[in-house]
T-cell receptor, first 118, second 112 residues
Framework: DAGVIQSPRHEVTEMGQEVTLRCKPI?????LFWYRQTMMRGLELLIY????????DSGMPEDRFSAKMPNASFSTLKIQPSEPRDSAVYFC????????????????FGPGTRLTVL | GDSVTQMEGPVTLSEEAFLTINCTYT??????LFWYVQYPGEGLQLLLK?????DKGSNKGFEATYRKETTSFHLEKGSVQVSDSAVYFC???????????FGTGTKLQVIP
């Protein structure tokens, strides 16, 4: 299996621009998570989906952030407009759950997207 | 709510030294406990896990025991190598949907 795939690996943009991060989970996994990692705040859960449905988006920092999962093999995290404080590494992770419970208690992380907003 | 507290880093050790990274947790019910490792430039990957009290997780020479009485899950390794240099995250999961709460991470640097 190719593992969780994220694109782009690096993104540099200017303040005010729209940024879209992409994630392809492991085939067969039905839960997907978006995290943000910074030196100051560590690893933060932004949102997670189960069977393509958003379950908890309480970690999304503000309305500038939105996430979608149109099908089981693709998710996007969009920031519009972007700000310098959004600079971070964004990770996507996936796992397998059945009836809401974890099957193997493991999340598989992608390599991350390093976002720099100038 | 759930929380994980782990020791501040960075931790610097000489090769073959003994490693302990402390981790304590607060959670409702009976959480599963994990250690994840993040190598430079990579995503997190599961190192070991324990799903019930007194379980010992182990992998690649690392061990951690689920201590319910002290709400702890300390990571240990008897002899570290330079290749173990990474950031280590303690984590727990106590709800459905595999929602995981991570600690702040402890950076380990092993010098030859």
């Amino acid at each position: 299996d190719a593992g969780v795939i994220q694109s782009p690996r690096h993104e540099v943009t200017e303040m005010g621009q729209e940024v879209t991060l992409r994630c392809k989970p492991i085939s067969g996994h039905n839960s997907l998570f978006w995290y943000r990692q910074t030196m100051m705040r560590g690893l933060e859960l932004l949102i997670y989906f189960n069977n393509n449905v958003p379950i908890d988006d309480s970690g999304m920092p503000e309305d500038r952030f939105s996430a979608k999962m149109p099908n089981a093999s693709f998710s996007t995290l969009k920031i519009q407009p972007s700000e310098p404080r959004d600079s971070a590494v964004y990770f996507c992770a996936s796992s397998l759950t059945e009836r809401g419970l974890a099957v193997d208690n493991e999340q598989f992380f992608g390599p991350g997207t390093r976002l720099t907003v100038l | 709510g759930d929380s994980v507290t782990q020791m501040e880093g960075p931790v610097t050790l000489s090769e073959e030294a003994f490693l302990t990274i402390n981790c304590t947790y607060t959670a409702t019910g009976y959480p599963s406990l994990f250690w994840y490792v993040q190598y430079p430039g990579e995503g997190l990957q599961l190192l070991l896990k324990a799903t019930k009290a007194d379980d010992k997780g182990s992998n690649k020479g690392f061990e951690a025991t689920y201590r319910k009485e002290t709400t702890s899950f300390h990571l240990e390794k008897g002899s570290v190598q330079v290749s173990d240099s990474a950031v280590y995250f303690c984590a727990l999961s106590s709800g459905g949907y595999q929602k995981v709460t991570f600690g702040t991470g402890t950076k380990l640097q092993v010098i030859p």
